[in-house]
């Protein structure tokens, strides 16, 4: 499994919020300060660093431990830090990479500031800052968890990049294999911010999910959002062999010809479903991106997670 590790110091909560929200999107990963840091942490795939800016700079304890871990230059390193300023935020970033030898991406993130949880000294020089200036202290919250989130999403596509992959149409193949041989999915939807999940049968026509349906809540959503997550998955039995899909699509509604070609597909009558005393529904699903965990991949010394863009946006 591609692990991350997320190494961070915080003084006052915020860059721990950001490492925590990080951490969970981008799982399997683990969090920690740097006096946390063990030994076997090294073999991890991925590693992720930051701190909040103290007076223009990223936490000593961070920079120490760059320092004192030169193999970290061999690794894949992404940065990123915490301030009310982003271009402090952005020096103090340049610091650290001119310290491990550049990063593979990095971002200043807006911070938060509440003065009634400052230490004494930091009080104490933001009043002397402020007397000079003139600017009126006030509790200032720059931390937006949308940013966060965005943050976390292009760090786990930059994490995938770098996973050891199939050879792309050897892994379509399996993808296909694997959803020739299924007949049953999850759907999610959300409609005006309900989600829904749905367990619904399907037919895969080499390039589409196909759904007939009666209806339900889930076509609540797909008129104003036609983006749609769909899981399919083997029962687990244990770590060593799971297997499982994500795929993101785009749905859309299939009316006339179209509708009556899938029921074909699925070896019904077209005017038998006419002179049903229900209206059916026909959904199809264009595959956009397929993730695919397999513990199989492993026999090929590849990553048991695989990803195959489709059709980008």
């Known amino acids: 499994m591609f692990r991350t590790l997320i190494i961070y110091e915080s003084t006052y909560g915020s860059t721990e919020e950001v490492a925590s929200k990080t951490g969970m999107i981008l799982g ?5 300060r740097v006096p946390e840091f063990q030994e076997p942490f090294r073999n991890f795939e991925f590693f992720v660093i930051g701190s909040g800016v103290y007076r ?22 992404a940065l990123f830090s915490v301030s009310l300023s982003r271009e402090d935020g952005l020096r103090a970033i340049k610091e650290v990479e001119d310290l491990i030898g550049g990063s593979i991406y990095s971002r200043a993130l807006g911070g938060r500031m509440k003065l009634g949880e400052l230490s004494e000294d930091d009080l104490a020089d933001l009043q002397a800052f402020s007397e000079v200036t003139g600017i009126e202290l006030s509790d200032v919250d720059l931390l937006d968890k949308g940013e966060v989130t965005e943050f976390a999403l ?11 992959s199939i050879d792309e149409g050897e892994l379509r193949g399996f993808i296909d294999e694997f959803l020739r041989s299924h007949n049953t999915c999850t759907l999610a939807t959300c409609h005006g911010g309900q989600p829904r999940a749905t367990p619904l049968e399907y037919i895969y026509d080499g390039d589409s999910l196909l759904i007939i ?6 076509f609540a959503g797909l008129p104003e959002n036609e983006r749609v997550s769909v899981a399919v998955y083997e029962d687990y039995t244990s770590m060593s062999d799971l297997a499982g899909m994500q795929i993101t699509g785009a749905a859309s509604i299939l009316h006339g010809k179209d509708a009556e070609h899938v029921y074909k597909l699925r070896g019904l009558n077209p005017d038998a479903v006419k ?3 229900i209206d059916m529904n026909v959904i199809r699903i264009d595959i956009m991106k397929v993730e695919f965990l397999n513990s199989k991949f492993r026999d090929l010394s590849a990553c048991p997670k695989q990803v195959l863009w489709v059709k980008k946006d």
């Open 275 to 277: 002179d049903l005393n």
């Open 213 to 218: 349906s009666e209806g339900g809540e889930k």
């Open 56 to 77: 223009g700079r990223m936490h000593p304890r961070i920079t120490d431990f760059i320092r004192e871990n030169p193999w970290l230059r061999e690794k894949p390193v």
């Open 154 to 164: 292009e760090l786990r596509d930059i994490r995938d990049s770098l996973m050891t």
């Open 28 to 32: 399997p990963s683990r969090c920690c």
